[in-house]
């Protein structure tokens, strides 16, 4: 068998190890998460992984694996061997999360005489938990669920060599991270990143916002300038700031309804709140915002989830949210990708996805109060700063606008405008603590 179609085999072998480990445990013992089952389920489309191969003469030195497409349940890919950079072979696969296997027992696996143990090495410049699983020849695998594709970091066979090895990282549009300097150096944003910000530069951000705020509504004859100017929608701001269309994560609301979308994990943000009206002092107040997601809700004779339910907890209170899974998440506004960020919280620092959903098209409502009316238009934007945090999905940054103008006229004459005000509200939500419980 040539190595290509042992490659194959291999990958496809290793699909099939995560989707069907039996579950046998001993007394007492505790199930382990399966790496390679979470690498597939944490992947998203564009994801991909670059690996040196150690084989005979005229083989194949070179297999990359593409993410070509996710969906809530589903991956599709494509495995690529090249000799040089000649394409050798091609091939696609699907894969099902639902039917991965996303736990076991070591018990289980060193009956079929394999020994199973856990440890760190430094992927991307961070030290994550890896898995190894040795055979009975001596050969053995590693895995991460802080690699896409699979999770597989090593191949090393029964002499001792390494014949498949990660050199390079592709996470969408992150770009990509040659793992063969990882141990060297850490590696610095990309040309479209900025400067990651510090702690103190977040706070001081909070400030000149503050600062700046307060400037325009005590001078009351530059609110009056404000008022005058045209209304710019939120569309028309994505638009200059050359958001591009896209769908990235809008297959999964609860990412975007509460931060993350990992069963039994729970985060704690930094909650500010802040309102800018036109002629009086900005008001704002900073508080804790925990959010826990408790558990999926299912249709009766459906097996996937239909809806996703979270805890939270804001002011003291608790409530429970549910987040409809079979629907569009905010249809009636459009999603925009703008370039990549690197930000640094309390956490850590990460480079970020950058999202951004705008209004469609701004609501009008129209009321009579007497003998005038009052219309008012209100716009609104969510951006998002999304990254892999613990090998979850998680938003590290929030911030939720809305923008409301209103205008009083006469009822008989709607065009005589008599008083217009535009005020605005601005929610920001900053990733304090993330704890995946459902490892």
């Known amino acids: 068998m040539s190595l290509s179609k042992k490659l ?11 989707a069907a480990l039996l579950i046998a445990a001993e007394p007492n013992e505790i199930q382990e998460y399966d790496a390679r089952a979470e690498s597939w389920r944490l992947s998203q489309s564009g994801d991909a992984v670059i690996y040196k191969l150690t084989g005979a003469e005229n083989e194949p030195d070179r297999m990359e694996i593409t993410i070509t497409e996710r969906t809530l349940d589903r991956l599709a890919f494509i495995v690529r061997t090249y000799q040089g950079e000649r394409l050798v072979e091609e091939k696609p696969g699907r894969i099902s999360l639902g039917d991965l296997t996303r736990q076991f027992y070591p018990s289980e696996l060193k009956e079929q005489g394999i020994e199973f143990s856990k440890s760190n090495e430094i992927i991307n410049g961070t030290a994550r938990a890896v898995q190894k699983f040795v055979q009975t020849d001596g050969s053995y695998e590693v895995f991460s669920e802080n690699i896409p594709a699979g999770g597989l970091l090593r191949k090393v066979d029964a002499a001792g060599k390494i014949v498949q090895e990660l050199v390079e990282i592709h996470s969408s549009k992150l770009g990509s991270s040659p793992v063969s300097q990882i141990k060297k150096e850490t590696p610095k944003p990309s040309a479209f990143d900025k400067k990651p910000l510090s702690i103190s530069d977040l706070r001081d951000e909070v400030r000149r916002e503050k600062t700046d705020t307060a400037k325009i509504v005590i001078e009351r004859g530059e609110a009056k300038d404000a008022q005058t100017q045209p209304f710019a929608s939120f569309l028309e701001e994505v638009h200059q700031d050359k958001g591009q269309i896209s769908k990235k994560f ?13 069963l039994k994990a729970s985060a704690r943000y930094f909650l500010t709140k802040s309102a800018e009206p036109s002629a009086i002092q900005t008001s704002e107040e900073t508080q804790p915002y925990i959010a826990t997601f408790q558990s999926y809700l299912y249709r009766k004779g459906n097996p996937k989830p239909a809806r996703a339910r979270f805890i939270t907890i804001e002011d003291d209170k608790a409530t429970t949210n549910d987040v409809d899974l079979e629907k569009p998440f905010m ?31 701004p609501a009008t409502t129209v009321k009579k109060e007497g003998n005038n009316l009052i219309t008012a238009i209100t716009d609104k934007k969510i951006e998002y700063w999304i990254t892999n945090v613990m090998g979850s999905t998680v938003a590290v940054k929030k911030i939720e606008t809305e923008k409301i103008r209103r205008k009083i006229a006469p009822a008989e004459d709607p065009a005589a405008v008599l008083s217009s005000e535009e005020s605005t509200r601005i929610k920001k939500w900053i990733l304090e603590e993330f704890t995946p419980t459902g490892k």
Do not use: W
């Open 331 to 361: 249809p009636d506004m459009k999603l925009y990708e703008l370039p990549p960020e690197a930000v640094t919280i309390l956490p850590g620092a990460f480079n970020c996805f950058r999202v951004r959903l705008v209004s469609a098209t």
């Open 8 to 18: 194959y085999c291999l990958v496809f072998v290793l699909l099939a190890t995560a």
């Open 250 to 262: 809008l297959d999964n609301p609860a990412l975007l309804s509460f931060g993350f979308d990992r």
